[in-house]
């Protein structure tokens, strides 16, 4: 299992209820500090410029506390094994 501090460039699955209670969302994590994560994705910045009316040459970024954070998710490379596949499942 990697850190947040080592998913740092990388793409990661986040929960934002300010967002969407409930979808997933696919952002960058560009940096970690103590109380929370910078992220950048184009579909929420398209979300918060529509609501504010306003348009952006460049894709900011946002800083999300992790108060503010349900859950994130990193796509691992590693095998995933499951009882089932493996056969040693109860019934």
Known sequence: MKSL????GQEILIVIPFV??????????????????????EQITQGFLANLKLHA?????????????????DASEEIALSEKALGISNP
């Open 5 to 8: 501090s080592e998913l740092v």
């Open 20 to 41: 969407h209670q409930t979808n997933l969302q696919v952002v960058k994590l560009l940096s970690v500090e103590a109380s929370g994560i910078w992220i950048q994705n």
């Open 57 to 73: 040459a460049k894709t900011p970024i946002f800083f999300v506390p992790f108060a503010q954070i349900r859950y994130v998710m």
